[in-house]
């Protein structure tokens, strides 16, 4: 018989994609705000992994991505995620959305991302999200699944969330180690 514990907190992030460099900074500012301070803020790049947001968000989008210093428990990632969804309708112009938010976190074995979408790989957590399994972590490094987003398994963003994990648990040992003494 298993004798279930709670999960470790993980360590929230979040890509950020629009059109203008003032709506990504605006919605890191809010983000920062409702989730705290951050611990990794990407520079801002060229988004051209896919059109799928042109239609709604036009030609020459850009991304970031966030990493918060503060860890939250992995459940709580569906309230993340509507909360991150009311923020989109925020700060939209009329009928289309300005930015894209996908949260998700790093944990010590993999990286999920929040998804309204389900599929065969997404298991249903609550409140029409699911949680798609990106990254695992193997052999010392995260390593694609063959349904990774091309730009979540391209070699600067794997180096990235390397870095992310590795502050993570040098922070999540700190955390332990102070709650012992």
């Known amino acids: 018989m298993s004798n279930p514990r709670p999960a470790p907190p993980v360590n ?3 890509s950020v994609i629009g059109k203008e460099g003032g709506v990504i900074a605006e919605a890191i500012a809010l983000l920062m705000e409702r989730f705290g301070e951050a611990d990794y803020i990407s520079p801002c790049r060229e ?3 896919t059109d799928y947001y042109e239609r709604e968000m036009g030609h020459g989008l850009r991304r970031r991505f966030v990493s918060f210093r503060g860890h939250v428990p992995p459940e709580s990632l569906p309230e993340i995620k509507c909360w991150t969804n009311d923020l989109e309708r925020r700060l939209a ?3 289309g959305r300005r930015v894209n938010i996908d949260p998700g976190y790093v944990a010590a074995a993999h990286l999920i991302l929040a998804t309204g979408k389900g599929y065969n790989h997404r298991p249903y957590l609550h409140s029409g ?4 399994l990106t990254l695992v972590y193997r052999a010392g ?5 063959p349904w990774t987003y091309p730009d979540y398994a391209a070699p ?4 990235m969330l390397q870095s992310v994990r590795r502050k993570y648990l040098g922070q999540l040992h700190k955390s332990r180690k102070e ?3």
């Open 47 to 49: 988004f051209a992994y």
């Open 179 to 181: 709650n012992h003494d």
């Open 93 to 95: 112009a009329g009928e």
């Open 141 to 145: 490094a995260f390593r694609p699944l």
């Open 129 to 132: 999200i699911y949680a798609d």
């Open 156 to 159: 600067e963003a794997l180096a």
């Open 12 to 14: 929230l992030f979040m």
